[in-house]
T-cell receptor, first 112, second 113 residues
Framework: KQEVTQIPAALSVPEGENLVLNCSFT??????LQWFRQDPGKGLTSLLL?????REQTSGRLNASLDKSSGRSTLYIAASQPGDSATYLC???????????FGKGTKLSVIP | NAGVTQTPKFRVLKTGQSMTLLCAQD?????MYWYRQDPGMGLRLIHY???????AKGEVPDGYNVSRLKKQNFLLGLESAAPSQTSVYFC????????????FGDGTRLSIL
């Protein structure tokens, strides 16, 4: 059974700092790896999706990487802003499965 | 552009009562999903549908039933609510489950007393 882990559970950084969020998964037979953002009381918003054949994806100040062999993905946020404060979730789609397995998330606070 | 709309947003039930949560999407997506989110547990898939008239079990299906009579709607039913079903329920949809990200609604907060 796939297990997805995100460490740390919470992170606080000063505004303007570059930061990295970590995600690890136990089964490397994945179809894709997705990063989501969740604001309090809201649903999830998709940030980046990396196919298993890809190494990274970029969107604006966000860059996500994928290393299937080591079972790891990272989300890099450049020049963090207070508006980036949210919980970030990663999720893996198992090969041959319709199911996403989610990590428990990292709660990010960017301090002005 | 509504996206994924969940009804109701909040509900309090007594143990043993039944209710139906409605999810509607206006993006003509084929696939739809129901998740529950609990503190310390993350999101877990309850049921999903790969098209109108189809349903399948996810990770935690017990105590729930679903129906997808119309492509745009996916209903989640609780026949006899239990306190363990107190949770935040999210519906999501996607045009293709493997190549496209899922779009989520804002959730339904359900409390079972």
């Amino acid at each position: 059974k796939q297990e997805v882990t995100q460490i740390p559970a919470a992170l606080s950084v000063p505004e303007g700092e570059n930061l990295v969020l970590n995600c690890s998964f136990t089964d490397s037979a994945i179809y894709n790896l997705q990063w989501f953002r969740q604001d309090p009381g809201k649903g999830l918003t998709s940030l980046l999706l990396i196919q298993s054949s890809q190494r990274e994806q970029t969107s604006g100040r966000l860059n996500a990487s994928l290393d299937k062999s080591s079972g790891r993905s990272t989300l890099y946020i450049a020049a963090s802003q207070p508006g980036d404060s949210a919980t970030y979730l990663c999720a893996a789609t198992g090969a041959g499965s319709y199911q996403l397995t989610f990590g428990k998330g990292t709660k990010l606070s960017v301090i002005p | 552009n509504a996206g994924v709309t969940q009804t109701p947003k909040f509900r309090v039930l007594k143990t043993g009562q039944s209710m139906t949560l409605l999810c509607a999407q206006d993006m003509n997506h084929e696939y739809m999903y129901w998740y529950r989110q609990d503190p310390g547990m993350g999101l877990r898939l309850i049921h999903y549908s790969v098209g109108e008239g189809t349903t399948a079990k996810g990770e935690v299906p017990d105590g729930y039933n679903v129906s997808r009579l119309k492509k745009q709607n996916f209903l989640l039913g609780l026949e006899s609510a239990a306190p363990s079903q107190t949770s935040v329920y999210f519906c999501a949809s996607s045009p293709d489950s493997l190549n496209q990200p899922q779009h989520f609604g804002d959730g339904t907060r359900l409390s079972i007393l």
